[in-house]
């Protein structure tokens, strides 16, 4: 391929050529609380940080969650990323008891109903 003749006026970009690919992600300060498919109350809190946009050390296990920014739209958002673990947790339930280790105890049935079913 012959460089382009600098006194040519500029071409347009090829339709048909691929796209430059964007840059990923950048590198994130905490593991990827998805990337195992094992679920722990460790994995369970970095999630919730992660939601939260805080440091999983600033979510403790009694902490009223609502009073650290969780809202309906969240828990969703929770809820979502637990099902990735095939579980289900209600949403009424979440909001009923909202600390880390209520919903761990969510988890726990959640996962002996699973495996009972």
Known sequence: MTP???S???TAPDPAAPAPSAPG?????SPDP???PRLD???LRATVADVLGVAPEQVG???NLLELGIESVRVMAIS???RRYRLRIGYA??????????????IAEAAGDRAAG
């Open 8 to 10: 040519s006026p500029p």
């Open 34 to 36: 998805d990337s195992d």
């Open 80 to 82: 979502a990323r637990l």
């Open 25 to 29: 992600p950048g590198p994130r300060s």
């Open 93 to 106: 339930r979440m909001i009923e008891e909202p600390t880390l280790r209520a919903w761990w105890r969510l």
């Open 41 to 43: 109350l460790e994995r």
């Open 61 to 63: 296990d009694d902490d």
């Open 4 to 6: 382009p003749d600098p």
